[in-house]
């Protein structure tokens, strides 16, 4: 069946500029976790949506980014006037929030770049 | 807190031969353990998970990995590197189903002929 899906795939603003970006999860999927990824490093947690819950917001990196998510289908990142440090690939995974199951399963991301 | 360590940043192998990328952890509770692997241009994979069953965990790809609760690790082996295995490799820590994941900072797998 179809994965988790982001766009675009790349992105090239310039600073200063708000961008958003797109994530579907896996149809059924009840949670939905932002990452970032910059170059050489590992991911780092964003936010987190479970189902109808107030999002997890703990991991964003200051008030610039944002985040919403439509019940249990798309979300949208949002990084209002971007800093040459946002440049990093931002993963998007879902998981089926179903008793001990961790999995996350993670879309392809977007590679951001801010010039 | 919990944290994850990758001891190399690099491992370089011949084909053929074992590969140990080696993680040690830290966490107040009993944590549930991942491999992902990401190679070039395509999204992160599953490669194995330590949920608390049996502490020898068997993945794809034939790597396994071994969860040592007195030495906080949880080291990826498998016995012969091929060259499609070269590729980027996090060791993951969850303490709770549907928290985030705590990802080490990697280990790129170089495999020679």
């Known amino acids: 069946g179809a994965g988790v899906s982001q766009s675009p795939s790349n992105k090239v603003t310039e600073k200063g500029k708000d961008v958003e970006l797109r994530c579907d999860p896996i149809?059924?999927?009840?949670?939905l976790y932002w990452y970032r990824q910059r170059l050489g490093q590992g991911l780092e947690f964003l936010i987190y949506?479970?189902?109808?819950?107030?999002?997890?917001k703990s991991g964003l990196p200051s008030d610039r980014f944002s985040a919403e998510r439509t019940g249990e289908s798309v979300s949208t990142l949002t990084i209002q006037r971007t800093q040459q440090e946002d440049s990093a690939v931002y993963l998007c995974a879902s998981s089926l929030y179903s008793g001990d199951s961790y999995e996350q399963y993670f879309g392809p991301g977007t590679r951001l770049t801010v010039t | 807190a919990q944290s994850v360590t990758q001891l190399d940043s690099h491992v370089s192998v011949s084909e053929g031969t074992p590969v140990l990328l080696r993680c040690n952890y830290s966490s107040s509770y009993s944590p549930s353990l991942f491999w992902y692997v990401q190679h070039p241009n395509k999204g992160l994979q599953l490669l194995l998970k330590y949920t608390s069953a049996a502490t020898l965990v068997k993945g794809i790809n034939g790597f396994e990995a071994e969860f040592k609760k007195s030495e906080t690790s949880f080291h990826l082996t498998k016995p012969s590197a091929h060259m499609s295995d070269a590729a980027e490799y996090f060791c993951v820590v969850s303490v709770q189903a549907g928290t985030a994941l705590i990802f080490g900072k990697g280990t790129t797998l170089s495999v020679s002929s």
């Open positions: 149809s059924g999927h009840t949670a």
């Open positions: 949506f479970q189902g109808n819950s107030a999002p997890d």
